[in-house]
């Protein structure tokens, strides 16, 4: 049996190791009870050895509260993006349907494709979706105003929030920072989670566009539970394990 101290000493390097650890998992293999193990990680929390999650911890860093520019995504993982897009326009409604777009690289990367033979209104609260779509054939668009973020470029606050609130729409297309099985969809920011929850309430049927990188991981603010979302959408190299407990919890995945 372990003293407390060398206990939590394994468990900090348990999660620098394996990237996440459950805590039903550590107590298993300790032979300590769920609550010690709790105590445990309050502990090295305060130190600043970890951070807790729903379920476990995870290393101290991997809750960012730092977001990329959008310049910046716009570089990484485009092909597994612009695959994922294509993949979301089997998603689409029919013609004279309703879509809300939310902001981001993987939703832009739907709205380039979207068929110009096809009548649809495109609600958005993205500044370059919005300048996208606004020459787009076939498009009827509708922009949310708001105080714009510089670093998504979309508009947040509660006007925007309130604009999405009297709207229904038939799908909307979601991007998210993070996606877990048992925490749900997140993202570091306060104000743009508002705008995200909104949308989703605003869908008859919630999309998230999302690249596989984004699994597995958590930020600050939960904008989505998964029983809130109806389809994920990510690309090919999704870790089967964690594409099984999405789909556990009642989430169509589809593999672009």
Avoid: W
Wanted: with cysteine.
């Amino acid at each position: 049996m372990l003293y407390p101290e060398e206990r939590q000493q394994a468990i900090a390097a348990l999660v620098g190791e394996r990237g996440r650890v459950a805590v039903t998992a550590v107590a298993e293999q300790f032979g300590v009870t769920t609550e010690t193990v709790r105590r445990d990680l309050a502990v090295l929390e305060r130190a600043g050895m970890l951070r807790r999650v729903h379920g476990g911890a995870v290393p101290a860093g991997a809750l960012t509260l730092v977001e990329p520019g959008l310049g910046e995504r716009h570089s990484t993982r485009s092909e597994a993006k612009r695959a994922i897009a294509s993949a979301a326009l089997d998603l689409l409604p029919g013609s004279d349907g309703s879509i809300a777009l939310d902001g981001g690289t993987t939703t832009a990367a739907l709205a380039d494709l979207l068929p110009p033979d096809r009548r649809l209104l495109a609600v958005t609260s993205s500044v370059p979706i919005a300048a996208r779509l606004a020459v787009a054939q076939g498009i009827t668009l509708h922009v949310l105003g708001g105080r714009v973020r510089g670093v998504t470029q979309c508009a947040v606050g509660e006007s925007t929030v309130r604009a999405l609130g009297d709207l229904r729409v038939d799908v909307a297309f979601l991007g998210t920072n993070g996606i877990s099985s048992q925490h749900g969809f997140t993202t570091p920011d306060d104000a743009e989670a508002a705008v995200k929850r909104a949308m989703v309430r605003a869908g008859q049927r919630a999309v998230v566009l999302a690249d596989s990188s984004k699994l597995d991981r958590e930020h600050l603010v939960r904008f989505a539970s998964p029983e809130d979302v109806d389809v994920l959408v990510t690309d090919d190299q999704a870790d089967p394990e964690v594409v099984a407990e999405l789909e556990k919890a009642g989430i169509e995945v589809v593999l672009a």
